[in-house]
């Protein structure tokens, strides 16, 4: 089993894969503590072993270094999260893939701006909405005759599938939203309150209401943004998940 050190902000969804597979291979996967985002991934000795100085980041304890949230999470996992066979393998890294290129990008047009993190954007909002449905849709078709997304038990591909979806169902998937999509909401629920995911992400709330973007509560993130640290958190915030980041 793997053991080490991964470096990340608090509330990094990208490290809860990782943090979440940890949990169930039963391995020593602990968080570098007093790590600040934008000082100490960005000293020298940091970017020494992770020369793009991004997170997460992860170092194995015999001192072999791995980036990419996927990579690490897949580092750390057991073989039953890998897949059983050659095929499950490559259905899991199907599922990976789909997370990152039609459930982030969307979910962070959609998510940011009411959260202040980015303006909002109306036309680039709906889209995303619609594009969040697409993928919805896909996954409500799966999931209708399955429990877990590849085989018969969990493996990374809901791991990381449900990481990808927190920020969705937390803020803005409400009740009159996720209706639809009743096998994707059962499988997500049965996922989050896996003992290894729960002792990751803690007691989930479902959205109750559609967040939505207000120019005060902009105007104030950007105030408070004016802080050199704060304002390089919110674009890393941005860029790393739209652009794939770490």
Known sequence: MASGTLYTYPENFRAFKAL????????????????????????????????????????????????????????????????????????????????????????????FPTLGIMQFNKQASERAKEEVKAALQVLNTHLLT????????????DVCVCCTLLHLYQYVLDPSFRKPYQNVNRWFTTIINQPQVKSVIGNFKLCEKMAEFDPKKFAEVQAKSQDHSSRKQSAYLYLAATKGGA
């Open 146 to 157: 399955k429990t877990y997304l590849v085989g018969e038990r969990i493996t990374l591909a």
């Open 20 to 111: 979440i597979a940890a949990q169930y291979a039963g391995g020593n996967v602990k968080t570098a503590p007093g790590f600040v985002f934008g000082e100490t991934n960005k000293s020298e000795s940091f970017l020494k072993k992770f020369p793009l100085g991004k997170v997460p980041a992860f170092e194995s304890s015999d001192g072999k270094y791995i980036t990419e949230s996927n990579a690490i999470a897949y580092y750390v996992a057991n073989a039953q999260l890998r897949g059983a066979n050659e095929l499950e393998k490559a259905q899991i890294l199907q599922w990976l893939s789909f997370a990152d290129s039609e459930i982030l990008p969307a979910s962070c047009t959609w998510v």
